[in-house]
């Protein structure tokens, strides 16, 4: 799950508190503890689910929104299969909460992709 706002706040005024009067602190050490943090928030996705978010980036200039979920669903049924065989099977594979996650991958990276 990523970790909000908040959290990554505290955590950066934690870091501050805890290196302050330290040398190495500066904008190169903020910069990496900064990464740090952002590596840790971000979802590890499995192969799987990989698979699948990287479909939806692909199709999603193709399709839109509208039409790129509703494959999802597609991709259940025999002509899901025919039609993207790795991906459905990707799909088939996840488990609920694995699927909400590849979904807020999707809405995230959506969100900061340029669409035009």
């Known amino acids: ?3 909000n706002k908040k959290w990554i706040m505290k955590e950066i005024k ?5 290196t302050e009067g330290e040398s190495y602190t500066g904008y190169e050490a903020g910069i990496d503890f900064v990464k ?3 590596e840790e928030a971000e979802p590890q996705l499995n192969e799987n ?3 699948v978010l990287e479909w939806m980036k692909k199709e999603f200039p193709i399709m839109g929104v509208d039409t790129v979920l509703s494959e999802l669903t597609f991709l259940s049924c025999t002509g899901g299969m025919l039609k993207n065989k790795m991906t459905a099977t990707a799909w088939r594979i ?3 909460i694995e699927r909400l996650q590849v979904l807020q991958a999707f809405a995230e ?3 900061n992709h340029d669409r035009n």
Not at 14 to 18: N, P, Y
């Open 1 to 3: 799950m990523i970790k």
């Open 109 to 111: 990276w959506g969100l």
């Open 94 to 96: 996840l488990s609920d």
């Open 14 to 18: 934690q870091h501050l508190w805890e």
């Open 36 to 38: 740090a943090l952002i």
């Open 49 to 51: 689910q990989q698979i």
